[in-house]
């Protein structure tokens, strides 16, 4: 069964910077596609950043600039900088090989 496991998440005052970690329990093959979701409450599941096996990154316009994905093979990695209010949310992680696998998620709450 694999398991992702996201970290990194916190407190932090608007114009903050937080760094969001997803580790994957498995090395045994290599996910396609990693990604991140945040989902504020009331609100629906919200896209915010993806990264192919390959590298090529898509961004949700609102954080492009500000946000930047990366991965090391099984792990994916959020830099969130100018961090804004309406940024707050839990942060879930998702990988993708034949079926899609998601992480609980880590809460980030940003104040004005």
């Known amino acids: 069964q694999v398991q992702l496991v996201e970290s990194g998440g916190g407190f932090v005052q608007a114009g903050g910077s937080l760094r969001l970690t997803c580790a994957a329990s498995?090395?045994?093959?290599?996910?396609?596609?990693m990604a991140w979701y945040r989902q504020a409450p009331g609100k629906q599941r919200q896209f915010v950043a993806r990264?192919?096996?390959?590298?090529i990154t898509d961004y949700e316009d609102s954080v492009k600039g500000r946000f930047t994905i990366s991965r090391d093979r099984n792990s994916a990695f959020l830099q969130m900088n100018n961090l804004k209010p309406e940024d707050s949310g839990v942060y879930l992680c998702?990988?993708?090989?034949?079926?899609?696998?998601w992480g609980q998620g880590t809460q980030v709450t940003v104040s004005s």
């Open positions: 498995t090395y045994s093959f290599s996910f396609h596609t």
């Open positions: 990264i192919s096996g390959g590298g």
């Open positions: 998702s990988a993708i090989r034949g079926a899609t696998y």
